[in-house]
């Protein structure tokens, strides 16, 4: 008997073309989502309470690879510490708060930082205040001197020249400018 030769594809070929397609699809929606970090201009802005305080606060941008899990838990304390060579080592910019400083002070999306960080694959920025009086150390955000904020665009409620707006208070900072959580 002879073979009939079918216009129908295979079952096992159709099901794997499908899946390719299926692949190629999942891969071209993968590359679409990865995360974007851009510079954005950071306003800090005191509490009156904090008012003629002095104090400092440090930005440091952040790699999720090797930079983030140390920052999520290293101590804000000791991070604080005279001599600290973690603080020391860091590539930082400070802003200094006291009498005859300004009340708002901010860190432009163009200050050349940004493109150092940007180079070493930074995709958060930690903010890290040194304030009075708040005790004990607590790991990532719930440590009220620390804020850890993603660099994407699309995690933000914001235009891209609107500034990331935190305040800092007593009792420790205060993202003000809504976040994407979607």
């Known amino acids: ?24 699809a999942f891969a071209l929606t993968a590359c679409n989502s990865a995360p974007k970090p851009v510079a ?25 690879t090797s930079d983030l899990p140390k920052w999520e838990s290293y101590s804000i304390t000791e991070y604080w510490q005279p001599g600290n060579t973690t603080r020391r080592d860091t590539d930082r910019y400070t802003v200094d708060f006291g009498r005859g400083k300004p009340s708002s002070q901010m860190i432009s999306s ?44 699309k995690q933000w409620k914001k235009d891209k020249k609107d500034p990331i707006e935190i305040q800092i208070k007593e009792s420790g900072l205060r993202l003000l400018t809504p976040r994407n959580l979607k």
Do not use: F
Not at 6 to 23: C, D, E
Not at 40 to 62: F, M, P, R, W
């Open 110 to 153: 163009t200050d050349a930082k940004w493109s150092r960080w940007l180079q070493t694959g930074a995709t958060y920025v930690v903010v890290i205040a040194d304030l009075p009086g708040i005790p004990s150390d607590q790991q990532g955000n719930a440590d009220p001197r620390r804020l850890i904020l993603p660099l994407d665009a």
């Open 40 to 64: 954005h201009t950071i306003t800090l802005a005191l509490d009156k309470s904090l008012e003629n305080t002095s104090l400092q606060v440090d930005i440091i941008g952040a790699n999720a």
């Open 1 to 24: 008997m002879k073979n009939k030769i079918s216009n129908h594809p295979h079952p096992i070929r159709a099901l794997a073309a499908g899946l390719g397609l299926l692949a190629a």
